[in-house]
Each structure stands twice: as C-alpha cells, then as structure tokens.
Nanobody
Framework: QVQLVESGGGLVQAGDSLRLSCAASGRTFSSYVLGWFRQAPGKEREFVAAVTRSGGGSRYYADSVQGRFTISRDNGKTVYLQMNNLKAEDTAAYYC??????????????????WGKGTLVTVSS
C-alpha cells in the first residue's frame, strides 16, 4: 500500500521556522518527483515546491516561497520542506505529493499520482 505521511506542522509565530517531513512507502520513489502543496481555508490547493529524483535533483518553488522555503530529499523516500521566516499568509494545510514528472506537479491543475493526508501549519502574526 502506497502511503505519503506528513509530519512537522504546528502553531508558530511570524518569523519563526518549521520543517515538514514526508515519508513515502509502499513502492520505489527514487525516480518520482516529490513535492509540497498547500491549501488555505477557502482557497484552492496550490503548488509550493518540488524536487526531482533523489541524488542531485532539480528544485522548483512557487514565487511566494522562493528564498524562504527549501525542499530536499534523502534516500529517495523522504522529502523535507524547511520553512523560514514564516508569514501569516503561509497558514495552510500542507500536502505531500508524488508524480513521475515535474510537469505533473507544476501544471494547473496538477496531475498527482499520490497525495498525503496533510499537516496543518498555523502562523500567528
């Protein structure tokens, strides 16, 4: 059974940092693109960041998080999202996602093969 399990969400103040983790299991993900999306209350789910294959993959970021968030992955099955200088507008449920191609995650709408169930990040101002 394929699973993507997120962790690391919580309540922080503006300017703080958080690191989200997503553990993938149930199949080989080394050739998959792993990424993060977020969905704020009343808004559509949006792309945040993605990293291609493990071991030196390329990274992609939404403009709104560029320079503040860093995505990384290790061993092909765990992806992280380091979030620095958090802002109130970063408040959302954050979802891990996996797809064979980067275009699948960055397209609108995205074509995601596997989703996690999400972890909530709340940033108080």
């Amino acid at each position: 059974q394929v699973q993507l399990v997120e962790s690391g969400g919580g309540l922080v103040q503006a300017g703080d940092s958080l690191r989200l983790s997503c553990a993938a299991s149930g199949r080989t993900f080394s050739s998959y693109v792993l990424g993060w999306f977020r969905q704020a209350p009343g808004k559509e789910r949006e792309f945040v960041a993605a990293v291609t294959r493990s071991g030196g993959g390329s990274r992609y970021y939404a403009d709104s998080v560029q320079g503040r968030f860093t995505i990384s992955r290790d061993n092909g099955k765990t992806v992280y999202l380091q979030m620095n200088n958090l802002k109130a507008e970063d408040t959302a449920a954050y979802y891990c996602a996996a797809a064979p191609l980067i275009q699948s995650l960055t397209s609108k709408p995205p074509v995601v093969e596997y989703w996690g169930k999400g972890t909530l990040v709340t940033v108080s101002s």
